[in-house]
């Protein structure tokens, strides 16, 4: 009974530390966090494993993903030998031969799938895989398979990454290829469903192909229909690489 109460209260203040973090600068959370025991192990694994093997996947950690990465561990209440072993985890995340999703199903062992804890772990890795700007097709099918493990359908994990898009503090709205924005270009809502994506597509892609301009367009008229053209192909390509639909 005294582990669980233990758990519970140490849950909540994780929840508490960790709400509202975000990829700008993030100033570190009072001392003295309650120890976990376990469960402060099985996050502190499952937090930096995830987060190393999202930073290496493409073979460059930058510093982005390094001070985002410092930035969780002072709200977690991370230092001394704690904090070395966060670090550890992050190293052992970006090894090829660590199954980060195993870590992940023993943390939901301890805190429960789809439980406040786990929807915050997904909110943070969303925003960790966007460090660098653009969430790339490796991560997006790495955060699918850690979305399903914390049990959340590939629906909710498309609303958790808009949500984290769309947060005020989130410069990444500005990127061309973003996810919120390819869905915008599609003129569709994230939660659309699979079918509807291509049918929106062909839609613009039928209104906006070369083949259908009319002959005596300005020189700069074909130009932005021609990038208008680009954009939809482009923006079908990345929801799609996202969703794990065949193009």
Sequence with gaps: MLGFLRNRS???AMLTRLQGSSVAAMSPSPAGAPAGGRTEALLTSA???VMGRVAKLDGLVTEAEVEFASA???K???DGMRRQRAIGHFDQGKQASTDVVQVVKRLVGAIGARSEL???FLQIQCRNAYAKGEM????KMLLRDIAETLGYDKTELLAVCAEVLASSDNKLTQRPNSLRNAYMVLQLQPRVADGEIRQAYLKLMSRYHPDKLVRNLSAEATQQAQ????AIRSAYETICGFRKIRV
């Design 10 to 12: 140490y849950q909540k």
């Design 47 to 49: 937090m930096f494993a």
């Design 72 to 74: 969780i561990m002072k």
């Design 76 to 78: 977690m209440g991370l």
């Design 118 to 120: 786990s929807h915050l």
């Design 136 to 139: 790339r097709l490796r991560e």
């Design 227 to 230: 990038e208008k053209f680009l």
